[in-house]
């Protein structure tokens, strides 16, 4: 059995008093500052710059930084509620947050020295600078081993060569953790993590992406030429880079589960108040029973996603072994918010396709949380492996 499994009588279902105040923090925040001016961020793909600020003011992109470095001192559970709150309203927010805090900050805090937290973390983590995990290639999607960047070693540097696709926070972040191959005999024992910053010589960043989902944030692709990294930017041991990133994207895979109950979630109050208001055949629609069938599967499916959510997030918090239910929550919240997204449009019904209502973004943003951080398909893989442990 899997050591991820816990026991029924040791799971506790009622929030703290300190997560609910982060919870309706969150919800506050979403609501006054996220609301307005989402649906016009989403259709000119503008950068949320001001509420990405915000968030950082208001303590939500270093939620789980030791106070030490500036963060908040939170638990993974304080995080996952935030990011289901926010991502109710705005996924681009969302995926800033979960960026800067599950990729960037915790893979800092947890294997970066002294003199790299103090460096960078602490502005990380208060938001003062936003930051971004660079993995992903051309050629290197699912397949992170194939890492086409080289980082050649030249004594007291590195010398960085390579492209970088589908980088979030491309454009805005400050301070990138790329991957790079240095000893390609090694395969993926020889990949490093360097720290780079941005404007630094031969570092481009190339065009924004044109998103169908998520379109807020910024998505690009990165090009390195000839980019001197010191030998201090390196995180970990020589070859510790493919370890530091997979460590890394287990606990990120929790930050896009709870993005996915969000989107999932925020479709579902959606599609729930709209049946309560609209009328069709002398009566709400909500009387209807085609209607009830569908809003009781959403929140009944949402409600398992969020347990799921919760029991990674509360595993990782208790120093347990949580890879298996942070693919699982993953893979699961995904799938559901991309259906129940799809059904609060149907809900809709004409009104559904109009962006005025929101719910069309729901749909158009659930899917990316299909595809990144680990498809479906890889989840899947991560899961099934799990078993044999």
Known sequence: MSTS????????FNLTEEHQAVQEAARDFAQTELLPGVIERDNAAKFPTEQV?????????????????????????????????????????????????????W???AFGTEE???????????????????LSEPEAGSDATSQHTSAIDHGDYYLLNGTKNWITNGGSASTYLVMAQTHAEKQHRGINCLIVEKGQDGFVVGKKEDKMGIRASDTHSLMFTDVKVPKENRIGDDGFGFKFAMSTLNGGRIGIAAQALGIAAGAYELALKYAQERQ??????????????????????????????????????????YVQAAA????FASEVAMWAATEAVQIHGGYGYVKEYHVERFMRDAKITQIYEGTSEIQKLVIARELLK
Do not use: W
């Open 5 to 12: 499994t816990l026991e029924l009588s040791g799971l506790n």
């Open 328 to 331: 699982m929550a993953k893979l």
């Open 280 to 321: 069709s055949f002398g009566k709400k629609i909500f009387d209807h029973q085609a209607i009830q069938f569908k809003l009781a599967e959403m929140v009944t499916k949402i409600e398992a996603a969020r347990l799921l959510v919760y029991k990674a997030a509360r595993l990782k918090d208790e120093h347990k072994d």
């Open 107 to 109: 893979g800092l805090e």
């Open 116 to 134: 790299q937290k103090q460096k960078y973390l602490t502005r990380l983590a208060t938001g003062e600078v936003i930051g971004a995990f660079c």
């Open 53 to 105: 600020r915000r968030m950082g003011e208001l303590g939500f992109l270093g939620m789980m930084v030791s106070p030490d470095y500036g963060g908040g001192g939170m638990d993974t559970v304080s995080y996952v509620i935030a990011m289901e709150e926010i991502s109710k309203v705005d996924a681009s927010c969302s995926v800033v947050m979960s960026v800067n805090n599950s990729l960037v900050c």
